[in-house]
C-alpha cells in the first residue's frame, strides 16, 4: 500500500514536473519570437541609419563642391531694438489698467453724488445711462489707443496694414474693462474698497497670463484660467498682428473670445446697475 501511495505520488510530481517544462517550452518559444522581432527592428533601425548617412554624406559633398547652399530665414522679422518685443505687452498692460481704473473712479464719483438719486428716479432707461459711461470712457481710452499706435508706427516701424485689427481688439479689450470697472463701482460704493478690489483683480489677470509664466508650463486649471483672460488673450492677438504681422483669418478665434467676453461684461454691468438702483431705492 506504501508502495502505490507513494506511486501516485511520484506520478503527479511527475506531471507537474512536465508542466513545468512544458511551460518553459512555451517561454522559450514566446522569448525567441520577440528576440526575432527585436533582431528585425534593430535591422530595419541600421538600415535606415546608413540611408541617412550617405544622404547626409552627398549633401555635405554638395555643399563643399558649391553645387549648393545652406541659408536661414528669419520667422518673423526682429527690430534692432528689443523694446519692440514687449511693446505689446505695454499695450495690453496700459488699456487694460487705464480702462478698468478710469471707469470704476468714473462710476464711484457718479454714485458718491447727491444727485445720484435724481439720475435713478428719472424715466430715462438703465440702459442708457450704461451706455452713456461707457461712451465717455471709451472716448478717452479711444485717444491713449492712438497715441500708442502713433509710437509705433514712428518709433518701432509698425506696419499700418495692421490697424484694423489693432483698432478692433483694442475697442474689445478696453470695452471690456470698462464694464469691469462699472460693475466694481456700482457694486461698492467705498472708493478705497472698490480700488483695491479693482487693482487685486488686474493683479490676478496680470499672474495668470503668458507675461510671468509661459502657458506651456502650466497645468490644465492654469491653462484653463490663462485662456479665458481677457488681458492674455489681448496680448497674444497684438503679439500675432504688431510681430507676426498675422493675418485677420488668423487671429479670428481669440477675436471671437473677445467678443464673447464683451458680451458677458455689458450683462455683468447692467445687472450690477439694476442691484446698486435697488439698494438705494430702499
Not at 535591422?43 to 545652406?70: H, T, W
Not at 464694464?179 to 480700488?195: C, D, H, L, R, W
Request: no cysteine; hydrophobic share 55%.
Amino acid at each position: 500500500m506504501d508502495v502505490l501511495g507513494n506511486l501516485e505520488l511520484i506520478i503527479s510530481n511527475l506531471d507537474s514536473i512536465k508542466q513545468t517544462i512544458d511551460q518553459l517550452d512555451q517561454d522559450l518559444e514566446n522569448s525567441i519570437q520577440k528576440t526575432q522581432e527585436s533582431k528585425q527592428k534593430i535591422d530595419y533601425f541600421i538600415d535606415s541609419l546608413e540611408k541617412a548617412q550617405k544622404e547626409i554624406e552627398v549633401f555635405s559633398g554638395n555643399i563643399s563642391s558649391g553645387r549648393a547652399s545652406i541659408g536661414f530665414k528669419d520667422t518673423f522679422p526682429v527690430k534692432e531694438n528689443p523694446v519692440f518685443l514687449v511693446f505689446p505687452f505695454v499695450i495690453a498692460i496700459i488699456i487694460s489698467f487705464t480702462s478698468i481704473i478710469l471707469s470704476n473712479m468714473f462710476i464711484l464719483k457718479q454714485v458718491s453724488r447727491p444727485s445720484y438719486l435724481k439720475d435713478i428716479i428719472a424715466p430715462s432707461k438703465d440702459i442708457n445711462f450704461l451706455l452713456a459711461d461707457y461712451l465717455v470712457n471709451l472716448f478717452f481710452i479711444s485717444i491713449q489707443a492712438g497715441v500708442l499706435f502713433l509710437i509705433g508706427f514712428y518709433w518701432f516701424g509698425i506696419s499700418p496694414d495692421t490697424i484694423f485689427i489693432y483698432v478692433l481688439a483694442i475697442f474689445l479689450t478696453a470695452s471690456i474693462f470698462i464694464f469691469i470697472g462699472m460693475a466694481f463701482g456700482y457694486f461698492i460704493k467705498s472708493q478705497n474698497v472698490s480700488m483695491l478690489l479693482t487693482i487685486f483683480f488686474l493683479m490676478v489677470l496680470l499672474i495668470l497670463s503668458n507675461l510671468i509664466a509661459p502657458i506651456l508650463l502650466a497645468g490644465q486649471t492654469i491653462r484653463f484660467f490663462i485662456d479665458s483672460n481677457p488681458f492674455a488673450v489681448i496680448s497674444r492677438i497684438l503679439i500675432d498682428s504688431l510681430i507676426l504681422n498675422k493675418p485677420l483669418p488668423y487671429i479670428m478665434a481669440p477675436l471671437l473670445r473677445l467678443f464673447i467676453f464683451f458680451i458677458i461684461s455689458i450683462l455683468i454691468a447692467y445687472i450690477s446697475r439694476k442691484v446698486s438702483k435697488k439698494k438705494v431705492m430702499e
